[in-house]
């Protein structure tokens, strides 16, 4: 009985599935869509295939603009996480909020994140026509430019091969629908698993470094 003790807490626990938060509004939410076909648990399918030990959180919210998104965040994030997904600012832009006001959210939002110990995808999104040129070109430079000052992963435009593609959307012609969200997954996919990639390595790391510490 003893050396069966020994051996069981000789073995090394279990890790934890890496836990990813997908962060956003309507469009990641899952917008009159069942469970099984929005973007969180496509994304988790599709990574489960791919070999990941992994856990999507559907924290977005249908409606939702950056400022409630910073608002909630801290709520999102009170049981952890290894990687924020953050899919918002298209109702910013639909409401005609001043883009410096969504840039600055979204700002404060990576910041807080990080601060949690989560890496940051950001998903981006493109002003309509009607957005006013000038404010469009705002609005459109955000998400690159923030990606290039804080280093982080970018998708350039979340709806790429959804907007104004047959079957891709509801009858609305913005929200995904299966076939759009399986669109989006299919392109966000290979980044997201790139930052996985990444933390396992963390994970390893960590690991082996305790391993081999040296007893006092």
Same mark, same amino acid.
């Given at each position: 009985?003893?050396?069966?003790?020994?051996?069981?807490?000789?073995?090394?626990?279990?890790?934890?599935? =890496?836990? @990813?938060?997908?962060? $956003?509004?309507?469009? %990641? *939410?899952? #917008?009159?869509?069942?469970?099984?076909? /929005? &973007?969180? !648990?496509?994304?988790?399918?599709?990574?489960?295939?791919?070999?990941?030990?992994?856990?999507?959180?559907?924290?977005?919210?249908?409606?939702?603009?950056?400022?409630?998104?910073?608002?909630?965040?801290?709520?999102?994030?009170?049981?952890?996480?290894?990687?924020?997904?953050?899919?918002?600012?298209?109702?910013?832009?639909?409401?005609?909020?001043?883009?410096?006001?969504?840039?600055?959210?979204?700002?404060?939002?990576?910041?807080?994140?990080?601060?949690?110990? =989560?890496? @940051?995808?950001?998903? $981006?999104?493109?002003? %309509? *026509?009607? #957005?006013?040129?000038?404010?469009?070109? /705002? &609005?459109? !430079?955000?998400?690159?430019?923030?990606?290039?000052?804080?280093?982080?992963?970018?998708?350039?435009?979340?709806?790429?091969?959804?907007?104004?593609?047959?079957?891709?959307?509801?009858?609305?012609?913005?929200?995904?629908?299966?076939?759009?969200?399986?669109?989006?997954?299919?392109?966000?996919?290979?980044?997201?698993?790139?930052?996985?990639?990444?933390?396992?390595?963390?994970?390893?790391?960590?690991?082996?470094?305790?391993?081999?510490?040296?007893?006092?």
């Amino acid at each position: 009985m003893l050396l069966a003790l020994l051996m069981a807490f000789a073995r090394p626990a279990a890790a934890e599935p =890496l836990r @990813v938060i997908a962060f $956003g509004d309507s469009l %990641s *939410a899952g #917008f009159q869509l069942p469970a099984d076909a /929005a &973007f969180p !648990a496509q994304l988790e399918a599709r990574l489960k295939t791919d070999g990941f030990d992994v856990r999507v959180v559907n924290a977005s919210v249908s409606g939702d603009t950056t400022r409630g998104g910073l608002a909630r965040l801290s709520y999102a994030l009170r049981d952890g996480g290894d990687l924020l997904i953050l899919e918002l600012g298209a109702n910013d832009m639909l409401l005609g909020f001043d883009p410096a006001t969504t840039r600055d959210n979204l700002e404060k939002i990576v910041t807080q994140a990080q601060a949690k110990g =989560l890496d @940051v995808v950001l998903a $981006g999104m493109l002003a %309509s *026509a009607n #957005f006013g040129e000038e404010r469009q070109k /705002a &609005f459109d !430079a955000i998400f690159p430019d923030l990606s290039a000052r804080r280093g982080l992963p970018l998708y350039p435009f979340f709806l790429a091969g959804v907007v104004g593609e047959t079957g891709m959307t509801l009858v609305d012609g913005l929200h995904p629908s299966r076939a759009g969200v399986a669109k989006i997954v299919a392109g966000v996919a290979p980044l997201v698993e790139k930052s996985l990639d990444s933390l396992q390595s963390k994970r390893r790391d960590a690991r082996d470094g305790v391993a081999i510490r040296p007893s006092p």
